[in-house]
T-cell receptor, first 113, second 110 residues
Framework: DAEITQSPRHKITETGRQVTLACHQTWNHNNMFWYRQDLGHGLRLIHYSYGVQDTNKGEVSDGYSVSRSNTEDLPLTLESAASSQTSVYFC????????????FGPGTRLTVL | SQQGEEDPQALSIQEGENATMNCSYKTSINNLQWYRQNSGRGLVHLILIRSNEREKHSGRLRVTLDTSKKSSSLLITASRAADTASYFCATEGGGFKTIFGAGTRLFVKA
């Protein structure tokens, strides 16, 4: 069965370190998204991609970067982790823009000390 | 910025009762979607309603959309303990970006 996976599921790091969160989907979806979820804010869009070599900034992109070298993967990098980036991160994918659902990964809980 | 605002923030009901959650949004949309999130899990899509639709059903779920009031409601009939979760509305507008609300936490007591 097609799926979307994230790794690691839990990560503790220190302020200033570079961290990369992995997202892999086997749906063969063109669109992929990274969100962060914080209490009281719902999900906020960090970055998104509509296809290979395409990346776009979302609502809260400062301090984050992504790259899309193939259809299956969209890794999220925190260049220099800050305590404000402690959050739960979700990756999602969908087939195309509009009129269809997003499929979410299980999430990565990141703690920055 | 949040597009969808769910109401209430939390809801506690008995098993067998109906649960109603509301969502209001600010700008024009192409569609509105409802998702469920169980504790510690990712979101799962429940239902999508297009801007030219007024009502949609899926099993025990009923969604309404009033574009003149910029609001939607999700009704879960005959609720079960397994329906305990957070429910999010998500709006998709121009540019096909999906914006999620802060969610309603539903607790169904057995």
């Amino acid at each position: 069965d097609a799926e979307i996976t994230q790794s690691p599921r839990h990560k503790i790091t220190e302020t200033g370190r570079q961290v990369t969160l992995a997202c892999h989907q086997t749906w063969n979806h063109n669109n992929m998204f990274w969100y962060r979820q914080d209490l009281g804010h719902g999900l906020r869009l960090i970055h998104y991609s509509y296809g290979v070599q395409d990346t776009n900034k979302g609502e809260v992109s400062d301090g984050y970067s992504v790259s899309r070298s193939n259809t299956e993967d969209l890794p999220l990098t925190l260049e220099s982790a800050a305590s404000s980036q402690t959050s739960v991160y979700f990756c999602a994918s969908r087939l195309r823009e509009g009129d269809n659902e997003q499929f979410f990964g299980p999430g990565t809980r990141l703690t920055v000390l | 910025s949040q597009q969808g605002e769910e109401d209430p923030q939390a809801l506690s009901i008995q098993e067998g009762e109906n649960a109603t959650m509301n969502c209001s949004y600010k700008t024009s949309i192409n569609n509105l979607q409802w998702y469920r999130q169980n504790s510690g899990r990712g979101l799962v899509h429940l239902i999508l309603i297009r801007s030219n639709e007024r009502e949609k059903h899926s099993g025990r779920l009923r969604v309404t959309l009033d574009t003149s009031k910029k609001s939607s409601s999700l009704l879960i009939t005959a609720s079960r303990a397994a329906d305990t979760a957070s429910y999010f509305c998500a709006t998709e507008g121009g540019g096909f970006k999906t914006i999620f609300g802060a969610g309603t936490r539903l607790f169904v007591k057995a």
